[in-house]
């Protein structure tokens, strides 16, 4: 996880904020207002700004001003729980008690670490003779006074966002109180959250050791699990909670969760129906559900039925900008010309969310790409990559020097001197190169040999690597893969069967499968150290289209270096570059299969790729488009038709715009097929 920040100078901006802060303290409400609000143009989305505005604004007695400010507040920072406290206030100080508790409401909503809204809900609750409610407020506001004021401090923190502010915080407090529980799990939660979720685990697991029963601390565990993709382990501790409650819909969607990681599609969607089903008719939570059941039913073939969905899933929440990429991202579907028009409108209103905006404008960049408006489309593609690596900490440097080491520490003569590492299975068939490179067409094309079970993309390789990084791992000089020059020959035959353990879950039988994880170009010394005999095959396609197609591409997760047109560009040279150090110090390990020529001569590629395989020919795999089975990329339509060529040349019609990754491509525009 993180390490503590540096201290720096505070910026004169915080300088400022600090000072307004003293005065609210001194109660010099009017000159507090009056420095917010000289400082408020100069750092307009500032969500401490608007806070203090409106605190002072209230205090003051500006009470509509300060309602207004809060309004701002809510758009530029939906999930703030101060400002609905604030709101709650507000609406107090002018006697409405029913919006003041609906305020109040939302905070808690937000952030359950409020003991002051908690306090405002139990009183206002006994004014109103609910006697239930005020109970059940005065629990909430006992159980905060019985938990230390730093971790009710830091879990607030935690909830408003401030990850950095609340890992400082509760590490401080459990360096002095080690095995303190609730500090533990936020420690876990903050772990999760930054992503860390082996760290987050292990506190978990330690949490359940302390307290069993600990139901919340289960809940977050199945979660960190369902993230970690160990599903199997995940649908264990749900079945656990759900034992207990039975009727709880959080754990139940958890299980219809674990049901998609399995690969086990209509048992989820059989859970998630019900959930809906058992929910409140507008209940927050039914719109995403209804996604993930469309997402099946697209995983599944079922186009109708996907389609049905989606849309429901666009109407139980208005704006949803993720129902609508789906629609689009099924490659098949056209949009209304009233869909387009509501797309376009949500997508450009001010108090459209971030998250739902970047959706709208992929969706809308598909949907006039459909329409040969490709201007009008480059623009939405344009804006929604912008949008999306605004909020992503990608950085390609940490790729290259992945790269570099790799180049550095697995060379011929390293792989020479461990001949015999491993174990001598031929089970795995491993799929590799860059998302939209044609991997999916091979793997269905393999996938329809009767020999060969598809699955879905396997994390087990990029977990191995996450576990050799280990904590806080120096991304300027990591660990891998320079550890893998001091790991025993032992421990590479323990990963190699760990390794076919863990995926024995999404396999039915067949001699072999395959794993289709493009990025695991970067670690195929791991994957040759563990499996010499393996199939490894690069899923290469032409630069320009390539790159093109990851940049009209909204990715569900992960594949940060698709947002921008030197970010992919960067990532298409250097794969190509450890490719070809692979070829030098791996001679004839891997099998290259140029996406042009499968659909310029299916036939010849198809025998070639069996052959590598080690395959007998069969005639199903030319007619890859008639096996039925899930698939969950975003080529899951195309390669249920026969072999799809529209998408060679499409960059072509966006050839106006695209100068600047021709240029940053460079001689990569010739090497790619070298």
């Not at 697991?205 to 699990?225: I, T």
Request: proline share 5%; aromatic share 8%; glycine share 4%.
């Amino acid at each position: 996880m993180s390490t503590a920040p540096t201290a720096v100078p505070a910026s004169p901006v915080e300088r400022e904020v600090q000072r307004i802060r003293s005065l609210l303290r001194e109660r010099r409400f009017p000159e507090a207002v009056a420095a917010a609000k000289a400082l408020r143009p100069t750092v307009p989305e500032n969500r401490d700004v608007l806070y203090l505005l409106a605190l002072g604004q209230r205090q003051a007695r500006q009470t509509d001003e300060a309602l207004a400010t809060l309004a701002e507040l809510e758009r530029q920072h939906p999930r703030y729980s101060l400002a609905f406290q604030e709101r709650g206030h507000c609406h107090v100080a002018l006697k409405d008690a029913p919006r003041a508790i609906a305020a109040y409401l939302r905070a808690v909503e937000i952030n359950a670490a409020l003991p002051e809204s908690w306090g405002m809900l139990e009183s206002l609750y006994r004014m109103q003779g609910d006697d239930r409610n005020a109970a059940i407020a005065a629990q909430h506001v006992a159980r905060l006074r019985s938990q230390p004021p730093e971790v009710v401090r830091a879990t607030a923190q935690f909830a408003d966002g401030d990850l950095t502010g609340a890992e400082k915080r509760i590490r401080a407090f459990l360096l002095a109180h080690p095995t303190h529980i609730e500090a533990m799990r936020l420690l876990a939660r903050i772990g999760a959250a930054l992503e860390v979720y082996d760290d987050a685990e292990l506190l978990l697991s330690r949490v359940l050791e302390l307290a069993p029963d600990y139901a919340a601390a289960r809940h977050d565990y199945a979660c960190v699990l369902l993230d970690r993709h160990k599903y199997v382990a995940a649908r264990t501790q749900i079945e656990r909670l759900l034992a207990a409650e039975p009727s709880n819909l959080t754990y139940q969607t958890l299980l219809g969760n674990a049901f998609i990681g399995l690969g086990q599609h209509d048992e989820a969607i059989r859970v998630h129906e019900r959930v809906v089903a058992q929910s409140a008719p507008h209940a927050p939570q039914n719109a995403e559900l209804l996604l993930s059941i469309a997402h099946c039913h697209k995983t599944l073939g079922r186009s109708e039925a996907s389609i049905e969905a989606y849309r429901a899933a666009a109407a139980a929440r208005p704006g949803f900008g993720d129902a609508y990429w789906s629609l689009a991202n099924l490659k098949t579907y056209r949009f209304q010309d009233a869909e387009l028009a509501e797309m376009a409108r949500t997508e450009a209103a001010p108090g459209t969310p971030l998250i739902d905006r970047y959706h709208l404008c992929f969706a809308l960049g598909k949907a006039y790409e459909d329409r040969a408006d490709y201007a009008t489309s480059w623009r939405y593609y344009e804006q929604g990559n912008r949008l999306k690596r605004a909020e992503s900490r990608y950085r390609a440097e940490v790729i290259e020097t992945n790269t570099r080491n790799q180049i550095r520490y697995c060379t011929r003569e390293f792989f020479e001197a461990r001949r015999g590492y491993g174990i001598d299975s031929k089970e795995p068939i491993f799929i590799v190169g860059l998302p939209r490179s044609g991997s999916t067409l091979l793997e269905q094309i393999l996938a329809s040999h009767s020999d060969v079970e598809g699955t879905q993309e396997l994390a087990e390789i990029p977990r191995f690597v996450l576990d050799m990084q280990d904590r806080d791992p120096d991304l300027d000089n990591p660990r891998y893969p320079r550890v893998l020059a001091e790991l025993p020959k032992e421990e590479f035959v323990r990963l190699a069967e760990r390794y076919l353990d863990e995926t024995r879950v999404f396999r039915t039988g067949k001699p072999r499968f395959i794993d289709k994880m493009p990025n695991n170009f970067r670690h195929i010394g791991l994957i040759h150290l563990m499996f010499p005999n393996a199939t490894i095959i690069d899923a290469r396609r032409e630069p320009m289209a390539c790159c093109f197609g990851n940049l009209k591409q909204l990715f569900a997760r992960g594949q940060e270096f698709a947002y921008s047109i030197e970010d992919i560009a960067r990532y298409y040279r250097t794969y190509l570059e450890l490719m070809r150090h692979w070829d030098a110090a791996l001679p004839g390990r891997v099998l290259r299969v140029q996406h042009e020529d499968v659909v310029h001569d299916l036939d010849g590629n198809v025998r070639r790729l069996l052959a590598h395989a080690g395959l007998a020919f069969e005639p199903a795999c030319l007619e890859f488009y008639r096996t039925e089975r899930s698939v969950r990329t975003a080529s899951s339509e195309q390669v249920r038709q026969p072999i799809y060529r529209e998408g060679l040349d499409q960059w072509r019609h966006y050839e106006p715009w695209l100068a600047p990754l021709q240029e940053a491509l460079g001689d990569a525009l010739e090497r790619y097929r070298e």
